[in-house]
Each structure stands twice: as C-alpha cells, then as structure tokens.
T-cell receptor, first 109, second 114 residues
Framework: RKEVEQDPGPFNVPEGATVAFNCTYS??????FFWYRQDCRKEPKLLMS???SGNEDGRFTAQLNRASQYISLLIRDSKLSDSATYLC??????????FGAGTRLFVKA | GAGVSQSPSNKVTEKGKDVELRCDPI?????LYWYRQRLGQGLEFLIY????????KSGLPSDRFSAERTGESVSTLTIQRTQQEDSAVYLC????????????FGSGTRLTVV
C-alpha cells in the first residue's frame, strides 16, 4: 500500500461546479498536511496547509480527518484556471515528506 | 535569493556521461529536498538535507546518484554514468524548517539522456 494515495482522475467538471478530492495516508505518525497545485510542465506550488480544525481560503476548503487518516480538498465555483494536478502532501516524523501522485482536474467552459 | 534557483534548466547528455545539477535554496531555509518526476508521473523523493545533520538518502535509486550540501547553502545532485531511465525533471525544494511551513520548489532541471 502506498503511503499517500490519491485518485488520479481525471476529474472533468464544468465551470461553476463544486469538486472534491480525497487523499488517504497510511502512517499514523503523519504530522503536517498540505495541498499543492502543479500546472502542466511546471513545478508544484503550495496551495494551502491543512489544519485539524479545517481551513478555508476563498473557494478552497481543506479538511483533515485523523481518525480515518484522510484529507480532503473542496473547490467551489470552479474556474477554468483551476485546471491542474492537485498533490496531497504528508510530512511524517517532522521531516520525511511524501507526495501523492496527484489528481488531475479539467474544468471545461 | 527570492526563490529557489536551479541550473541548468535543461540538460541533454549522452548515455554513460556524468551530470551535475545545482540547487540554490532560499536564503535561510534549512531544509532542502531533491525530487525526481518522470513524464506524467508523481514526485519521487530522492534525498533530504536539514542543516548540518546527516542527510536522508533513502530515496536515491542507485549508487550512481549522490548529493552534497554544505551547511545551508547550495546543493548539487550528481548522476554518474547516466542511463536513459534517468531522463526526468529533477526538482529541488527548500523550507524554512522541517517542512512544517510547506516547501518552495525551483523550476527544475529537465534531464534528457540520449
């Protein structure tokens, strides 16, 4: 079993739709959680950290469920510019960082 | 610097040659990571440096791969006797602490072994 697993997608959604991604992690010692965004042929960029209490940044909401060992990302009112690959990132033991393989999102006009 | 700088941005090399990739992290960032990303694939962890501590080399795929970093400065990733399967984008990322604040990536070095 991979340490961090994501549905690779692709998710094809129309503009304005709400879409959600989940990511599961296997190591209960995982400490920090992030969502990164990677555009085609570009480097990953931090989208948002994920806190235990859940956090929101504009149209994006991230949640963490430690009991079930998953994190989620919800995107409301999807824009064409949201089309990208979304990477789930887990830090274990304070320094070991594992990236998920990513979920591809295509937002269509 | 303002961001993580990697050089060269592109490298084409012949099979069997050695290559050296450079990463200049953000000033003050103590943690530095190297990742490999093959076309259409996810990020593959290679090596991690944290300050002057011994690096975590657990992700290096073979003994042809090595990396160095002096203190909190520049890091170099060296691939000896390159093979075609080494073709990938090599990404460097740095963080102000042990990843708890997220990472800033460089734009990568695209390595093509012909």
């Amino acid at each position: 079993r991979k340490e961090v697993e994501q549905d690779p997608g692709p998710f094809n959604v129309p503009e304005g739709a709400t879409v959600a991604f989940n990511c599961t992690y296997s190591n209960s010692a995982s400490q920090s959680f992030f969502w990164y965004r990677q555009d085609c042929r570009k480097e990953p960029k931090l989208l948002m950290s994920v806190y235990s209490s859940g956090n929101e940044d504009g149209r994006f909401t991230a949640q963490l469920n430690r009991a079930s060992q998953y994190i989620s990302l919800l995107i409301r009112d999807s824009k064409l510019s949201d089309s990208a690959t979304y990477l789930c990132v887990v830090t274990i033991g304070g320094f070991k960082t594992i990236f998920g393989a990513g979920t591809r999102l295509f937002v269509k006009a | 610097g303002a961001g993580v700088s990697q050089s060269p941005s592109n490298k084409v090399t012949e099979k069997g040659k050695d290559v050296e990739l450079r990463c200049d992290p953000i000033s003050g960032h103590t943690a530095l990571y190297w990742y490999r990303q093959r076309l259409g694939q996810g990020l593959e962890f290679l090596i991690y440096f944290q300050g002057n501590s011994a690096p975590d080399k657990s992700g290096l795929p073979s003994d042809r791969f090595s990396a160095e970093r002096t203190g909190e400065s520049v890091s170099t990733l060296t691939i000896q006797r390159t093979q075609q399967e080494d073709s990938a984008v090599y990404l460097c990322a740095s963080s102000p602490r042990t990843g708890s604040a997220g990472y800033t990536f460089g734009s990568g070095t695209r390595l093509t072994v012909v």
